[in-house]
């Protein structure tokens, strides 16, 4: 007989992110959910089938995928796509043109590329501000708003968004409230409690965790939205394969421990960082140092293994990612791997100057992915990366 979940019993997070979405194979019983690997189900008659016709449309490991991450946002509705870009790309489409979004001026790069290289000209008009300051935010609002985008804790300065405050801001103008939230990730925040319409992942990064997949996620709570992306999801097709769903599944079996032991060393380096003398400044909302310090606190469970370092200087910066030995020069973030990155000639490339420098994004910051090797290593491997210049 094949045993179901009682999925009223998924009530905390690490229980949810092992079993919600998912139930035993019942074809064999097998407790990983089965790679559907097909384009195409057999159908039993004209206008009869087992509620699969298309893989583009449906595909059970898919689905899986998608009510698990909706689950763990506290969400009703959940839907993969193949890349993180892919999602935003999809959310940016629920609008028309002549529309204006008010977004975070740091966002990841190929955001910010997106809206100004794509969506500018086909007719979506962007301002981005500090999302930090509510002020901004509400100044940036017109009558044309429909959409306020945010990321928190931004990419790569690490400023936050006040949730709460931003959605109300939104809801009074009748505005999409979007927020990205791959750096926080479910386990430390939920965007959807706080008021936000659409909660978009690049799943990518730590909810996949492992590094050997590219993938993206919306989730929401409302039905009207989930009509709307599941039409755009379908017809525009930009879904990802049904193995790249069952590494990300796998991926947030262990999230709630991943997460642990990333903020664990997080903050331990980022305070470590912050006594070094080579070290200008560093990044990170869990260190009291940091403006938003108390409103990390407020809206986060836990700050994460994410953080920049100020070096004060180009070569010093070149010197550090170019030396480390664990830490693994590359992009992307968030998996069980350290990774060190430059943001100004990464990520961020393709970022105008000028708004680089309002961020405060310079050629020697330095962007920390911490993974979960022993933190000691880490440290001894930035403490040798970071000598004699």
């Keep these: 007989m094949t045993r179901a979940f009682d999925h009223d019993l998924l009530r905390r997070f690490a229980t949810r992110a092992v079993h919600a979405g998912q139930a035993p194979d019942p074809l064999a019983g097998a407790v990983m959910t089965p790679i559907y690997q097909t384009s195409t189900y057999i159908q039993d008659g004209l206008g009869r089938n087992k509620g699969y016709e298309y893989a ?48 975070g001026e740091n966002v990841y790069g190929g955001t910010h590329r997106q809206m100004t290289h794509i969506w500018a000209r086909l007719g979506l008009t962007f301002t981005f501000v500090d999302g930090g300051e509510l002020a901004e935010v509400k100044a940036a609002i017109t009558p044309a708003t429909k959409m306020v985008y945010a990321e928190t804790p931004t990419n790569p300065m690490m400023r936050l968004c006040d949730l709460a405050a931003t959605g109300e801001i939104a809801r009074k103008a009748k505005a999409l409230f979007v927020v ?32 050997d997949m590219v993938g993206g996620m919306l989730v929401t709570s409302r039905d009207d939205l989930a009509e709307r992306i599941g039409f755009l999801q ?43 003398p080579r070290v200008e400044r560093v990044y990170y909302p869990g260190l009291p140092s940091h403006p938003q310090h108390e409103l990390a606190r407020r809206q986060m469970a836990g700050f994460g293994g994410m953080l920049s370092v100020e070096l ?72 040798q990366a970071l000598g004699d210049d």
Aim: proline share 4%; with cysteine.
């Design 56 to 103: 583009r449309t449906r595909n059970p490991t898919r689905e899986a995928l998608e009510r698990n991450v909706a689950a763990l946002e506290g969400g009703r509705h959940g839907f993969a796509f193949g890349s993180g870009l892919a999602a935003v790309d999809t959310v940016l489409k629920l609008l028309s043109a002549g529309d204006h979004v008010v977004c």
């Design 180 to 211: 990205d939230n791959t750096f926080a990730t479910p386990c430390f925040q939920r965007p959807l409690e706080l008021g936000a319409d659409i909660v978009l992942h690049s799943t990518t990064k730590y909810l996949n965790g492992h590094s």
């Design 234 to 276: 379908n017809s525009s097709g930009a879904v990802p394969g049904p193995f790249d769903c069952w590494l990300a599944l796998r991926g947030t079996k262990t999230l709630a421990l991943r997460m642990r032991q990333h903020d664990v060393s997080g903050r331990r380096i980022a305070e470590w960082l912050a006594k070094h």
């Design 312 to 383: 004060g200087d180009v070569g010093r910066a070149r010197r550090l990612v170019e030396r480390t030995k664990i830490f693994v020069l590359a992009e992307s973030l968030g998996g069980v791997e350290s990774l060190v990155g430059h943001p100004a000639s990464m990520t961020h490339a393709s970022v105008p100057a000028e708004l680089k420098r309002k961020m405060g994004l310079t050629d020697s910051l330095v962007r920390l992915s911490v993974g979960i090797e022993d933190v000691e290593d880490l440290i001894a491997d930035l403490d």
